[in-house]
């Protein structure tokens, strides 16, 4: 019996369900990446998607097989491989979102024409289907689902152990020579200088993100519900990425940390408040389960012909990192350099983007999902519609962020923006949150406003107003057309 274990995000041997349903029935395993250019999330996981693959077809040759990476069409390749390994069986664990659905739904095309069964695994907490409410509902608020998933947190998959010999598994067939190589437009990008240049902020792999996991625990950990708003601090786990590519699996994870709240030095609070971020990553997955359009329309309808703006210098302007709002350019320009952006920080660039630039949140979710390393079409999607208010969680009040205040709470000191805006290191901190409100002080000091830095085109509280106006506009439309029908 030949399994090919087809592998999306879950580039790990740990906790690799698929994997172990194979070994443990004996099965000969072709263990495949199929990276199709028409099926891809972005730039900047593509990047990291490259070293990740080769960081696991090393692990996977030390332990005596290979890891086959294929790159063209997907339902072509797909075909070759089956055909080629005279494969019974196909194991893959199932994932949300484009481009996994697509392929998803592909594969199963090219399965029936190979008359062989294509098995999915799950890699939630708990499957999508198992977390309903008493009548049998779909959750749309994250607070009850999270209560739900807590009483489940006993009852969490116990995570397989990495297999520690994959020699036996080895099929009789060679593979073709060119299946053995990372696909070129992975390499080509990941020599660029820029792919090089974010790649170079972190470490990539199974075994790092373990390591990653370890140093988050002992060192911040205790601390994370205090510091974790504070984006100049190493407070987060920074996990979200191996997550995403599955070197961590969630399950397992979730283990570790329920095994840490039996050693004294930790604090059983906090592991329960980093726990609950893990919850948010499920509630997105869940939500894009039931909801597959949620990637592309708004949760609350209403929503959908809401009057955006087309203004592509102040996309651009937010793109670069230049609106003249410090917080907004510091996080964008951390997003540039680095492929990632301080949860804090995310919710404050789309903000501003969505409420004071009235740029659609589908802009915004674009762009991130081209620069985000950790690119997650559920987080992505449930992070914009959340912040645009578009989403599920929709607040009593209407959720609109002042990037000044919150750059004043949450930077005081103004080290975050300092070390992602340079030019700003000469003005002292209590300037730094709105330098246009002190262009005499900075004159006095000799820093040249629209020279040094840029006075922003977009006045925060005009803007504001325009938006809340449109809103406004916008729920007077819905209940009229409501009341017509
Ligand atoms: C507009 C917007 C877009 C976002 N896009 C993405 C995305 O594409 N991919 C992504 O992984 N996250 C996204 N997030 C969620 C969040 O910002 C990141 O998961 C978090 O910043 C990752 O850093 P960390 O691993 O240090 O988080 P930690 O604070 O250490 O949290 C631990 C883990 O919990 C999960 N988590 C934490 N906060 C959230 C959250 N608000 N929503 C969902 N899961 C969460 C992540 O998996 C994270 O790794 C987005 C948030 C916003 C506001």
């Not at 070293?51 to 890891?67: A, F, H, M, P, V």
């Not at 869940?286 to 909801?291: A, E, G, R």
């Not at 578009?390 to 750059?407: I, M, W």
């Amino acid at each position: 019996m030949t399994s090919l274990i087809w592998l999306q995000r879950d580039l790990r041997l740990s906790d690799h369900a698929p994997l172990m349903h194979a070994i443990k029935r004996n099965c000969k395993l072709v263990i495949a990446y199929f990276h199709d250019p028409k099926h891809i999330i972005g730039e900047a996981n593509n990047a990291w998607l490259a070293d990740s693959l080769l960081n696991l077809q090393k692990t996977i040759r030390q332990q005596g097989s290979e890891l086959l990476m294929l790159e063209g069409d997907f339902s072509h390749n797909f075909s070759q491989v089956l055909s080629h390994y005279k494969t019974d069986e196909v194991l893959y664990h199932y994932e949300v979102g484009e481009p996994f659905l697509s392929q998803q739904h592909l594969a199963l095309q090219v399965c029936h024409q190979h008359k062989i069964s294509l098995q999915p695994f799950d890699q939630a907490w708990h499957p999508a289907e198992q977390v309903l409410t008493q009548k049998g509902q779909i959750y749309s608020v994250f607070t009850p689902f999270y209560k739900k998933l807590l009483t489940l947190l006993n009852q969490v998959d116990y995570p397989y152990d990495a297999p520690d010999n994959l020699q036996q598994t080895k099929p009789a067939q060679t593979p073709r020579p060119e299946w053995l190589n990372l696909p070129a437009s992975l390499n080509k990008l990941r020599q660029t200088a820029w792919a090089q240049r974010m790649i170079s902020h972190w470490q990539i792999g199974e075994h790092q993100a373990w390591l990653q996991v370890k140093n988050f625990c002992e060192n911040s950990l205790n601390d994370y519900p205090i510091q974790r708003d504070y984006p100049a601090e190493p407070a987060t786990s920074k996990l979200s990425v191996h997550l995403q590519f599955g070197e961590l699996s969630v399950r397992e994870l979730l283990h570790y940390l329920q095994g840490l709240k039996a050693q004294p030095e930790y604090d059983v609070h906090a592991i329960d408040s980093f726990i609950r971020q893990l919850a948010w990553r499920e509630f997105g997955r869940y939500l894009l389960h039931f909801n597959p359009l949620l990637e592309n329309q708004s949760f609350q309808s209403k929503f959908n012909n809401f009057p955006w703006d087309d203004d592509p210098d102040n996309l651009r302007d937010w793109q670069l990192g230049q609106t003249g709002v410090p917080i907004i350019d510091a996080g964008m320009r951390e997003l540039w350099q680095t492929g990632w952006m301080h949860n804090r920080v995310r919710m404050l660039v789309a903000s501003w983007l969505t409420k004071n630039a009235n740029l659609s949140w589908r802009e915004g979710q674009a762009w991130f999902a081209n620069t985000l390393i950790d690119a997650d079409p559920a987080n992505n999607a449930m992070g914009w519609q959340w912040v645009a208010g578009c989403g599920v969680d929709a607040a009593p009040y209407y959720r609109l962020f002042n990037p000044v205040v919150q750059s004043t709470r949450f930077d005081t000191q103004t080290e975050y923006i300092k070390h992602w805006l340079p030019e700003l290191k000469p003005i002292p901190a209590k300037w730094v949150h709105a330098p246009w409100q002190h262009q005499n002080e900075l004159k006095s000091i000799g820093f040249d406003l629209p020279k040094q830095y840029r006075i922003p085109k977009i006045d925060l509280a005009q803007s504001r107003h325009n938006h809340l106006d449109r809103v406004q506009a916008q729920k007077s439309y819905t209940q009229a057309l409501q009341l017509q029908n």
